[in-house]
C-alpha cells in the first residue's frame, strides 16, 4: 500500500476521499492504473484498544459523487465492520489462549483439577488421567463421594479442606498416600489453591497433586545416613576416649577396636593383621567373633598363597568386596578360609604407619552377601587409622624394649 492512498487512509483517523483522479494523484500506485479507478474512499478500522486493525475501501472506474449521507453510511459500516473484525480477533486470541492453556495443564507432570464451589468436578488434565485411569467423561460433573466412594474418610477430610481454601481464600499444602491404577503407591504433596472470577467471587477450587514419593524416600535415608553416621562417631568416640587405648598392652586397644567395630557395622568377624617388613606375609594380631564373643589370633597368611590379595593391599585403601568368592582380590581365599568361616562379603582397610603399609583390618561378613556403603568404607578407613595410631605406639615399644636390651 505504500504510496498509495491506502497508506494516507492508515495515516489517518478519519474518512480519506478522492472523488476524481485519483490514479493521477498517486502515480506509484500501480494498481489504481491497471484498473483504471477512478474515485476512492477509505476510513482506518480501529479496535476497543485505539489500535488500527485494517482499512475499508471503495473504488470505482468513475468519479464517485459523494454526500455527506453517503459518507455517514460509509462510516457507520465501517464502524460495524472494524466491531466484528475486533470480535473475531478476540475470538481468535482466545482460542490461542485456550490452545496453550490447555497445552500447559497437559503437560504439567502433576496431576491437576479444578472443582466449582459444589465439589463437583470441572477439569482434569492428562496426568490425573494416567495416574487414576479416569477420563473426562467419567469424573466431570461429578464428585468424589459419588466417583471414588471407597476412598469415603479421604474424601471427608478433603472436603474439610476445600472449604478452609474457600472461607480463607489461601493455599493449602498437605500430604497424602495414593495408589495409582497400576498397583504402585506413592506419597503425594497436594496444593490446592482458590481460583475467583474477575468480579473476585469464587468459581472454584484447584488441586496440584506432586509426586513427591522420590523425594520422600530421599529425605528417609538422608535421615538414615545421618543417624548412621552419627552411630559411627560416637563408635569413634568410645575408642578413642577408652582407658584401653591408653593402656601400654596394645592387645587391650586391639580387642576393644574389633569388638566396637563387629558391633557398630553388625558383622561376625573383625581382625586386625600386621604385616612383615617385606610383605611376605600378615599375622593375626586380634580376631574378634560376635557370635561366641570370643578373641583369637596368631593365624598367618603368606604371600605365596594370596599373591592377588597382597598386590590388592598394595594398590587401594580399601577392598569392597561385596562377592568375596569371585572378586579377583578376594576370590583367592575361596574354597578355604571363606568356606570355613562362611564369609561371604570382606572390607578391607589398609593399615598405614607414615607412608608405610603395616598391615590391614579386615571386616567381614556371614551370611547372604553384603554391598558396602561409602559410609561403611569410610569408617573402615577411620578404624583403621586408628589401628595405625595403636600399632605405631606398640613398635615404639618394641623398639624401646630392644634398646633396653
Same mark, same amino acid.
Given at each position: 500500500?505504500? =504510496? =498509495?492512498?491506502?497508506?494516507?487512509?492508515?495515516? %489517518?483517523?478519519?474518512?480519506?476521499?478522492?472523488?476524481?483522479?485519483?490514479?493521477?494523484?498517486?502515480?506509484?500506485?500501480?494498481? /489504481?492504473?491497471?484498473?483504471?479507478?477512478?474515485?476512492?474512499?477509505?476510513?482506518?478500522?480501529?479496535?476497543?484498544?485505539?489500535?488500527? /486493525? =485494517?482499512?475499508?475501501?471503495? !473504488?470505482?472506474?468513475?468519479?464517485?459523487?459523494?454526500?455527506?449521507?453517503?459518507?455517514?453510511?460509509?462510516?457507520?459500516?465501517?464502524?460495524?465492520?472494524? +466491531?466484528?473484525?475486533?470480535?473475531?480477533?478476540?475470538?481468535?486470541?482466545?482460542?490461542?489462549?485456550?490452545? $496453550? $492453556? %490447555?497445552?500447559?495443564?497437559?503437560?504439567?507432570?502433576?496431576?491437576?483439577?479444578?472443582k466449582d464451589?459444589? =465439589?463437583?468436578?470441572?477439569?482434569?488434565?492428562?496426568?490425573?488421567?494416567?495416574? #487414576?485411569?479416569?477420563?473426562?467423561?467419567?469424573?466431570?460433573?461429578?464428585?468424589?463421594?459419588?466417583?471414588?466412594?471407597?476412598? @469415603?474418610?479421604s474424601?471427608?477430610?478433603?472436603?474439610?479442606?476445600?472449604?478452609?481454601?474457600?472461607?480463607?481464600?489461601?493455599?493449602?499444602?498437605?500430604?497424602?498416600?495414593?495408589?495409582?491404577?497400576?498397583?504402585?503407591?506413592?506419597?503425594?504433596?497436594?496444593?490446592?489453591?482458590?481460583?475467583?472470577?474477575?468480579?473476585?467471587?469464587?468459581?472454584?477450587?484447584?488441586?496440584?497433586?506432586?509426586?513427591?514419593?522420590?523425594?520422600?524416600?530421599?529425605?528417609?535415608?538422608?535421615r538414615?545416613?545421618?543417624?548412621?553416621?552419627?552411630? #559411627?562417631?560416637?563408635?569413634?568416640?568410645?575408642?578413642?576416649?577408652?582407658?584401653? !587405648?591408653?593402656?601400654?598392652? +596394645?592387645?587391650?586397644?586391639?580387642?576393644?577396636?574389633?569388638?566396637?567395630?563387629?558391633?557398630?557395622?553388625?558383622?561376625?568377624?573383625?581382625?586386625?593383621?600386621?604385616?612383615?617388613?617385606?610383605?611376605?606375609?600378615?599375622?593375626?594380631?586380634?580376631?574378634?567373633?560376635?557370635?561366641?564373643?570370643?578373641?583369637?589370633?596368631?593365624?598367618?597368611?603368606?604371600?605365596?598363597?594370596?599373591?592377588?590379595?597382597?598386590?590388592? $593391599?598394595?594398590?587401594?585403601?580399601?577392598?569392597?568386596?561385596?562377592?568375596?568368592?569371585?572378586?579377583?582380590?578376594?576370590?583367592?581365599?575361596?574354597?578355604? #578360609?571363606?568356606?570355613e568361616?562362611?564369609?561371604? %562379603?570382606? $572390607?578391607? +582397610?589398609?593399615?598405614?604407619?607414615?607412608?608405610?603399609?603395616?598391615?590391614?583390618?579386615c571386616?567381614?561378613?556371614?551370611?547372604e552377601?553384603?554391598?558396602?556403603? /561409602?559410609?561403611?568404607?569410610?569408617l573402615?578407613?577411620?578404624?583403621?587409622?586408628?589401628?595405625?595410631?595403636? /600399632?605405631?605406639?606398640? @613398635?615404639?615399644?618394641?623398639a624401646?624394649?630392644?634398646?633396653?636390651?
Open positions: 500500500i505504500a =504510496g =498509495g492512498p491506502c497508506e494516507m487512509v492508515t495515516r %489517518s483517523t478519519s474518512l480519506c476521499v478522492y472523488p476524481r483522479g485519483v490514479a493521477d494523484k498517486f502515480p506509484d500506485d500501480q494498481y /489504481l492504473k491497471d484498473e483504471g479507478i477512478e474515485g476512492y474512499i477509505g476510513v482506518p478500522l480501529f479496535g476497543a484498544n485505539g489500535q488500527c /486493525l =485494517g482499512l475499508m475501501v471503495a !473504488m470505482s472506474g468513475q468519479s464517485m459523487i459523494l454526500e455527506d449521507m453517503h459518507k455517514l453510511v460509509f462510516e457507520f459500516f465501517a464502524g460495524r465492520v472494524a +466491531a466484528e473484525l475486533d470480535r473475531s480477533l478476540a475470538e481468535e486470541e482466545l482460542r490461542r489462549r485456550d490452545v $496453550l $492453556l %490447555s497445552a500447559i495443564v497437559d503437560h504439567i507432570p502433576h496431576g491437576l483439577t479444578v464451589p459444589s =465439589g463437583r468436578y470441572i477439569l482434569i488434565n492428562k496426568e490425573f488421567t494416567r495416574r #487414576y485411569g479416569i477420563g473426562d467423561d467419567e469424573i466431570l460433573g461429578r464428585s468424589n463421594e459419588e466417583r471414588f466412594p471407597a476412598w @469415603e474418610a474424601w471427608v477430610a478433603s472436603r474439610a479442606q476445600e472449604k478452609d481454601v474457600t472461607e480463607s481464600n489461601q493455599i493449602i499444602i498437605r500430604e497424602q498416600d495414593r495408589e495409582f491404577v497400576d498397583g504402585s503407591h506413592h506419597r503425594l504433596e497436594i496444593v490446592k489453591f482458590p481460583i475467583s472470577g474477575d468480579d473476585g467471587q469464587m468459581i472454584g477450587v484447584g488441586a496440584l497433586g506432586v509426586d513427591i514419593t522420590e523425594r520422600d524416600a530421599w529425605e528417609r535415608d538422608a538414615d545416613r545421618e543417624r548412621i553416621l552419627k552411630g #559411627y562417631h560416637k563408635a569413634l568416640d568410645r575408642i578413642v576416649a577408652s582407658d584401653e !587405648m591408653a593402656s601400654p598392652d +596394645a592387645g587391650d586397644a586391639f580387642a576393644l577396636l574389633t569388638r566396637v567395630a563387629a558391633e557398630t557395622l553388625g558383622v561376625e568377624r573383625v581382625s586386625v593383621w600386621r604385616a612383615n617388613p617385606d610383605m611376605s606375609h600378615i599375622e593375626c594380631l586380634d580376631l574378634y567373633q560376635a557370635t561366641s564373643a570370643t578373641h583369637v589370633s596368631g593365624t598367618i597368611l603368606k604371600r605365596e598363597n594370596f599373591p592377588q590379595y597382597f598386590k590388592a $593391599l598394595q594398590q587401594v585403601e580399601v577392598i569392597d568386596a561385596d562377592d568375596a568368592c569371585s572378586d579377583p582380590r578376594t576370590a583367592e581365599f575361596t574354597g578355604g #578360609y571363606l568356606d568361616h562362611g564369609v561371604s %562379603s570382606m $572390607l578391607d +582397610a589398609a593399615i598405614h604407619v607414615g607412608d608405610e603399609l603395616k598391615g590391614v583390618l571386616l567381614e561378613h556371614v551370611g552377601q553384603r554391598e558396602w556403603s /561409602l559410609e561403611e568404607q569410610s573402615a578407613r577411620s578404624l583403621a587409622a586408628l589401628t595405625s595410631l595403636i /600399632l605405631a605406639r606398640q @613398635e615404639q615399644q618394641e624401646e624394649r630392644a634398646r633396653q636390651s
